[in-house]
């Protein structure tokens, strides 16, 4: 499985904190292997939701095995804020049940799906 992006599909405009202000990212979409997903550019970084990496684009691969993948890879996940929460849900990256939500960046996207192309099927 190589990760190919076929261009950003729609950006959603930031989303606005309980405070008033401006939070410090906005949403879109990302074509990646002919999937749909969801992110959040926080910080100038593309982070994508990864219970939709894992629901989506891992779909055929246990797991435990991504997640023993991420650990041999060093790849750390973050916890999403309120506000994020709130906009993956807005996109549909993550369920409208989802109480929380840890997001990957693009980076350790790539890397991951580079590493795990040859437990997936040929597409």
């Given at each position: 499985?190589?990760?190919?992006?076929?261009g950003t599909l729609g950006v959603a405009p930031g989303a606005t904190t309980d405070y008033g202000g401006r939070a410090n990212?906005?949403?879109?979409?990302?074509?990646?292997?002919?999937?749909?997903?969801?992110?959040?550019?926080?910080?100038?970084?593309?982070?994508?939701?990864?219970?939709?990496?894992?629901?989506?684009?891992?779909?055929?691969?246990?797991?435990?095995?991504?997640?023993?993948?991420?650990?041999?890879?060093?790849?750390?996940?973050?916890?999403?804020?309120?506000?994020?929460?709130?906009?993956?849900?807005?996109?549909?990256?993550?369920?409208?049940?989802?109480?929380?939500?840890?997001?990957?960046?693009?980076?350790?996207?790539?890397?991951?799906?580079?590493?795990?192309?040859?437990?997936?099927?040929?597409?």
């Amino acid at each position: 499985m190589f990760l190919t992006c076929e261009g950003t599909l729609g950006v959603a405009p930031g989303a606005t904190t309980d405070y008033g202000g401006r939070a410090n990212f906005h949403a879109g979409y990302q074509r990646i292997e002919g999937i749909n997903l969801g992110y959040l550019q926080i910080d100038g970084t593309q982070m994508f939701a990864l219970a939709q990496v894992l629901s989506d684009l891992f779909k055929d691969i246990p797991r435990a095995t991504i997640s023993r993948k991420m650990e041999t890879l060093k790849i750390k996940s973050r916890r999403c804020d309120l506000a994020e929460l709130r906009t993956l849900k807005a996109i549909n990256s993550v369920p409208t049940r989802a109480v929380k939500c840890s997001l990957i960046s693009k980076a350790d996207l790539e890397a991951l799906c580079t590493s795990c192309k040859s437990l997936s099927p040929r597409r």
